[in-house]
């Protein structure tokens, strides 16, 4: 789906113009498309999406959404032959999508650090660095363009990238950071590799570890059915809440390792999962799990290296603030807070080393879940629609009006309606619910506003949803969540 700037349209007239012209030059002599080749990579039409006019708006939705449109006196309107928002994938492309995902996951790699010894000087080192980069981030805009795949806004400064290189080399332990909600998303599989390349290439034993921050926001046969898909894979995980760390541990052992014994009496499918590999650990049981799964050194007095490293906002600085048990480093919800990493001693024993916050390359299948996985910013948004619906379509209708004490009024499927409220029936039963009114647009509901709140409180975990594992019902993985009661 290509998105189109207008720059210098100045009326519907010059727009619709515009984009015939632009239409019949992408068409080449035989009729087809041959826009494929020279379109700009997703990364750079993710940004052109956030700042398009209404007007251009609405004629990339209608050519997305491959609908007619009709316009007398500037009354536009988008003929839609279903419920279908034109910013999200059918049931059908999503499947053609995850396919092509699949196909070439193993191409979603990291920029690597070049080989260097004493004898290499600081200018060639840089070369050797900024060309392995460059050439990195080709593959990774070919990837892009060559398979129709949508990957994340990720980290193209060199610097963030050359102070992950520092932690991993320094690190005898790699601790990935994930929040509990979308693990997988914000897991990079291509990290671990080259923890593993390195420890090779150095002649020294690195780990790596996935810690499940917010595991709190997880029930515990959610966190059951990740320790299953974890262990089967071989992947060495631990639970933890940063925002739990703080309560007394004999209320985490009643209301944690308790409930963990009954669900467990409960349910024998699971029976290769015990209590302690869902338990939500303390952070002293985390400081010993750092112990115990660095490598043993030679000498008792050596210091462990623990490198921290994940997306920001998945809780990273909170887990160390947790740690340490004071404010020594600063949380915040804007990108990119902490620059350069620096190492923060928990023990005598302990070193961690924090890595600035970073976007890894990853696949998503839409802007909206890039949104909704608080990778785009939310303030910046133009285009809501697509975030909106994606929240509709996984919170069931009546636990929406539940958390806000509102009614959604849905179209019912006599009258072509599916079941699910779309975009703009959550968005106006919010707005007039909470009084949020454009006064500019005749007393309308402002559905801006109530976007971005909605939006806000999903990436927050107000309104709670968790991605399954792999081959796992997202409707059945979350069934306890909404109808526990």
């Known amino acids: 789906m290509v998105q189109k700037q207008y720059r210098h349209a100045s009326g519907l007239g010059h727009a619709i113009i515009n984009s015939r012209n632009r239409r019949n030059q992408r068409t080449g002599p035989d009729g087809t498309d041959s826009s494929q080749e020279r379109r700009q990579p997703n990364w750079m039409r993710l940004q052109s999406v956030t700042q398009e006019r209404d007007l251009d708006e609405f004629l990339s939705t209608a050519e997305l959404a491959g609908t007619d449109f009709t316009a007398t006196k500037l009354n536009i309107k988008v003929l839609h032959q279903d419920q279908q928002n034109p910013y999200l994938l059918t049931a059908e492309q999503e ?22 010894d004493d004898t290499t000087s ?3 080192l840089d070369r050797r660095e900024r060309s392995s980069f460059l050439d990195w981030r080709r593959a990774l805009a070919e990837l892009e363009e060559q398979h129709d795949l949508l990957l994340t806004p990720f980290e193209r400064n060199l610097e963030v990238w050359r102070q992950l290189w520092r932690v991993i080399e320094r690190s005898c332990v790699v601790v990935q950071i994930l ?11 291509d990290l671990e590799e080259y923890v593993r390349e390195l420890a090779e290439r150095q002649g020294t034993d690195k780990r790596n570890l996935l810690l499940i921050n917010k595991a709190d926001m997880l029930t515990v046969r959610q966190r059951r059915l990740w ?4 262990k089967r894979e071989g992947i060495s995980f631990a639970f933890f809440s940063a925002a739990m760390a703080g309560l007394e ?17 409960r349910e024998q499918d699971l029976d290769d999962v015990s209590p302690e590999d869902i338990h939500i650990l303390s952070v002293s ?40 048990g004071a404010k020594k480093v600063s949380v915040s919800a804007t990108p990119g807070k902490t620059k ?19 976007v890894f390359p990853n696949f998503a299948s839409t802007k909206a879940d890039l949104v909704c996985n608080g990778v785009l910013p939310i303030d910046q948004l133009r285009e809501y629609t697509g975030p909106a619906a994606l929240v509709a379509q996984r919170i069931p209708k009546e636990y929406i009006e539940k958390v806000y004490g509102i009614k959604i009024h849905a179209r019912p499927e006599i009258d072509g309606g599916t079941g699910i409220p779309t975009a703009e029936e959550l968005l106006g039963a919010y707005a007039v619910a909470r009084g949020l009114i454009r006064s500019s647009k005749g007393g309308r509901p402002d559905e801006s506003k109530a ?11 107000k309104l709670l949803y968790s991605q399954p594992p792999p081959e796992t019902d997202p409707v059945e993985f979350n069934r306890e969540t909404y109808f526990s009661n």
């Not at 396919?99 to 979603?108: D, E, G, V």
């Not at 909170?318 to 340490?324: D, E, H, K, P």
């Open 95 to 116: 499947v053609e999508t995850s396919r092509r995902q699949q196909t070439h996951r193993q191409q979603l790699t990291v920029p690597r650090r070049p080989a260097w």
């Open 122 to 124: 600081p200018e060639e």
């Open 179 to 189: 929040d509990a909600r979308n693990p997988l998303f914000y897991r990079s599989r």
């Open 227 to 230: 320790a299953r898909y974890f």
């Open 249 to 265: 541990e004999a209320f985490m052992e009643l209301n944690v390792r308790d409930e963990v014994s009954r669900e467990l009496s």
């Open 285 to 324: 049981e985390l400081e010993a799990l750092f112990l115990r799964t660095a490598p043993q050194t030679e000498n008792e007095t050596d210091k462990i290296y623990i490198g921290l490293v994940g997306y920001p906002n998945v809780g990273k600085s909170s887990t160390i603030n947790a740690l340490i």
């Open 340 to 358: 350069h990493f620096q190492t923060i001693h928990l023990s005598d024993k302990v070193i961690l080393c924090d890595c600035p916050g970073l």
């Open 451 to 461: 976007a971005r709140v909605i939006l806000k409180d999903f990436v927050k975990g």
